[in-house]
């Protein structure tokens, strides 16, 4: 280990200490172009070596392939990571293309099974509902979440893009130890309602997408352009043709606060995001992703970045400006229900 591993944070009221970063690893196995598996092994490693210990899958992300790619690693580090993983976007096996929300028990029963061999471990340490099926009650979905906990399957369960009252209802029935959600300098929305409820209910938050899938590194600008057909970026609203143009104008301000503190525009985006931990008083866990080494360096970086209340004055009416919703359908998103 070296000597610039970054901070902790607790999960939950009472779930593990985690690095204050933790690492989406979706993209080594699904979403952003051909996977390149040495590398991101190289990357799993390093990351754990700063100081990273929350590594987030899911059983969506290549149809399980991201949690058997993830499994040696974790194998290897048992004692060292917290593993979280979810469930809900069921992948019909005639149409491997689809995904279909489903929060129903024989589901949820059969999906942690599948996770748990997938992944080769015997229990998951973090457990999410990845999205919401509005038609089951999120009582008995967290329900049958809290079994599994009494059942030695689950430590700590948590949910994505939930509403509010959502999380209040679950948290009814469970203590809910992480909510996870889309939080950046682009997208704020959860900031109205989500954020304040998770505080005031001692829920941890996990941002995922805290670099706007990369397009607030300045790595691309117009997705339709500059990445591959495959690449699932092309299919969100804000990062082409007009919207893209209108966004990347967007990314001035960032890089002159950037600047400022000889850091890299993700730096600057990430700082901002540790930061909503002070603004909302409550533990904040982005989860940004990569598959290069020197990313994770680059962003465990960014825990050490401290920005004025000058510079955050200049970044916080960026959001308002974003042109295009972060999805095509936002009614699986909680600001869709909200």
């Known amino acids: 280990m070296t000597d610039s591993r970054i901070p902790t944070a607790r999960l939950g009221e009472n ?27 190289a990357t799993l490693e390093r990351a754990l070596e700063l100081g990273v210990t929350l590594y987030d899958t899911a059983d969506a992300y290549g149809a399980g392939d991201n949690e058997r790619f993830l499994s040696p690693f974790f194998k290897a580090h048992r004692d060292e990571v917290v593993i979280a993983t979810k469930f809900a976007l069921w992948i019909p096996p005639e149409d491997p293309s689809r995904r279909i929300i489903r929060n129903d028990a024989p589901y949820i029963r059969q999906a942690v099974e599948a996770s748990l061999k997938r992944l080769d471990v015997d229990v998951i340490d973090l457990y999410y509902m990845h999205r919401r099926d509005v038609d089951v009650p999120i009582e008995d979905t967290v329900g049958v979440m809290a079994e599994l906990v009494r059942e030695g399957k689950v430590k700590q369960l948590g949910l994505s893009e939930v509403t509010a009252a959502e999380l209040r209802a679950a948290h009814a029935v469970h203590p809910i130890a992480a909510v996870q959600s889309e939080w950046s300098l682009f997208s704020r929305d959860i900031e109205a309602q989500v954020v304040p409820a998770a505080s005031e209910l001692g829920v941890t938050l996990v941002p995922y997408s805290p670099l706007g899938r990369g397009f607030l590194t300045g790595s691309f600008t117009d ?102 919703d972060r999805y095509a359908d936002m009614r699986f998103a909680s600001a869709g229900r909200e």
């Not at 970063?21 to 051909?34: D, E, I």
């Not at 510079?311 to 916080?316: K, Q, S, T």
């Open 223 to 324: 997705a339709a352009q500059d990445l591959g057909a495959d690449d699932f970026r092309r299919t969100q609203p804000r990062f082409t043709g007009e919207n893209a143009a209108t966004n990347t104008a967007l990314l001035e301000p960032i890089r002159a606060v950037a600047r400022a503190h000889d850091a890299t525009l993700g730096q600057t985006a990430l700082a901002w995001v540790h930061q909503r931990s002070e603004a909302y008083d409550l533990p904040v866990v982005p989860i940004p992703g990569t598959r290069k080494p020197s990313r994770v360096e680059e962003n465990t970086a960014a825990a050490t970045v401290r920005l004025t209340e000058e510079e955050l004055a200049v970044l916080d009416p960026i959001a308002a400006k974003v042109a295009g």
């Open 15 to 41: 779930g593990p200490e985690v690095g204050v970063q933790g690492l989406g690893c979706m993209g080594m196995s699904f979403a952003y172009g051909p996977p390149d598996a040495k590398e991101s092994r």
